[in-house]
């Protein structure tokens, strides 16, 4: 191990395998059929250097090993936003270079010099070997990371959230209506067998408190998977309409002491300016109220105003800043961080793990094109039997109510994402690339808690 391991990917000239036609670019779809589709056979994906083992070396004093896997290193590649084909034959191209120089054994840092060398030579050069990195930080910090995925019927909740599983490779996905189902139908949850916009309400205002208390009580259905998650720093995506942006996604103990730092900082930073015992005593005040409002904005996320849903379908760039601890900040893309409290800080990130990263997305459609698929939806539902012809334009009221509710929040900040069949596409890859800045924005934060990083002023 103490030889310098790294092999000059563009001298080398590694055998081709049974399935390598060494006269063609087998990188370009139309040359190679094998790799038009995502789904691959086995005798096409397969290749005789999986036969043979790559050990990765970790630590200074290489103490532990892992078994390189094409298939991960492919979807860790996948992340990055390198397309999935291209990342297979880079993670193919990196097994044969090892391989071929008798590199059985590797330290993960010449490994990465290699795989580096590999992506820069087919154009995916400091941008993504960035994100590489980063996402390597995030696995091995091992943040808790929760993914809201919110709106109303029909707006590709669920397509949205597979389809960004797959993109960031997070394994698990929940469902806030099977959740729903088995707390109705499994234990004495008040929970009514026919959904919230399907009943009558006197006001808007009834149906929205009535559609917030299920909110809070699906959120108590998912209390265990969520401690879990942020006990063992899992990532998650949590998708469906009983999603209110306004709840708090977070275990008791971790946002009861949120909210003492919270308390203490605005009171120092009050103190600091004013010297005034009176006004700091209101600053505790209001910082309680932003904490406890129910409008507050789950898991904290700050953006600038209007950005977000206005120019999706344009493609903006998706270099927007993220909050990720305290209340919305008042001044937008500005990471709020405790450095007046760095010991209380260290002592708690010991206790509780690293802060959760928690990304809220609102999802909605042009109004024309929503009602359209609502209309089919109603038809397709058991309670359609119960509601007369004239009574399925109410539904649709109130789903737009419960909507323009979710899409509120903007004005504080949220994203709201519009989606639409045309520019779908575009949405997700605007989605991807902002979800990976919201990722970095919250390891940032938590590395310079830590201390590993200073403090951007």
């Given amino acids: 191990m103490g030889k310098d391991k790294e092999v000059a990917a563009s001298s080398s000239n590694p055998i081709p395998d049974s399935n390598h036609n060494s006269g063609e670019d087998d990188s370009d779809p139309s040359k190679n059929p094998s790799f038009t589709s995502v789904n691959f056979s086995s005798r096409n994906a397969s290749s005789k250097y999986d036969f043979v083992k790559v050990k990765v070396w970790l630590g200074d004093h290489a103490d532990h090993y892992y078994v390189l896997s094409r298939f991960l290193l492919s979807r860790m590649l996948t992340v990055t936003k390198i397309p999935n084909h291209v990342a297979i034959k880079i993670a193919l191209e990196l097994k044969k270079l090892l391989i071929d120089n008798s590199l059985l054994d590797v330290s993960q840092s010449d490994l990465e010099a290699n795989l580096f060398k590999l992506m820069e030579r087919r154009g ?84 929205i408190t009535e559609f917030c208390r299920e909110c809070r009580i699906v959120r108590k259905g998912l209390a265990g998977d969520l401690k879990k998650a942020m006990k063992d720093g899992k990532p998650i995506i949590i998708e469906g309409i009983h999603l209110d942006p306004s709840i708090y996604l977070m275990d008791e103990e971790n946002k009861s002491s949120a909210n003492v730092t919270e308390k203490t900082k605005e009171a120092n930073l009050v103190s600091v300016i004013n010297n005034d015992p009176a006004k700091q005593v209101e600053n505790n ?12 904005i789950v898991g904290n996320v700050s953006l600038e105003d209007g950005k977000s849903g206005d120019k999706l379908n344009k493609v903006p760039d998706p270099q927007e800043s993220v909050t990720t601890a305290g209340c919305v900040s008042d001044n937008k893309g500005e990471i709020v961080t405790d450095t007046s409290r760095e010991g209380d800080s260290t002592a708690r990130k010991d206790k509780l793990g690293p802060k959760p990263i928690i990304i809220p997305i609102v999802l909605k459609m042009a109004e024309f094109d929503h009602k359209a698929l609502l209309e089919e939806w109603i038809v397709t539902r058991t309670f359609s039997d119960k509601c007369p012809v004239q009574d399925k334009g109410r539904l649709i009221t109130n789903l737009k109510i419960i909507q323009d509710y979710l899409c509120s929040f903007k004005s504080q900040g949220l994203t709201v994402a519009n989606i639409s069949a045309t520019t779908f596409p575009q949405t997700l890859d605007w989605l991807h690339a902002y979800l990976l800045q919201c990722i970095e924005q919250g390891i940032s934060s938590v590395s310079n808690e830590n201390g590993r990083q200073p403090a951007e002023r």
């Fill in 285 to 296: 005040t209001a910082s309680d109220s932003c904490t406890d409002n129910s409008n507050s």
């Fill in 124 to 207: 995916y050069g400091e941008e993504y070997i960035n994100r590489y990195k980063m996402m390597t930080r995030f696995h091995h910090q091992r943040v808790p990371l929760v993914i809201l995925v919110c709106g109303t019927a029909c707006v590709g909740k669920s397509t949205i959230a597979t389809q960004l599983a797959q993109r960031l490779n997070l394994p698990n996905v929940l469902q806030t209506d099977m959740v729903y189902e088995l707390l109705r139908t499994s234990t004495d949850a008040p929970l009514g067998s026919t959904p919230v916009w399907a009943r009558d309400f006197s006001s808007s205002e009834e149906l």
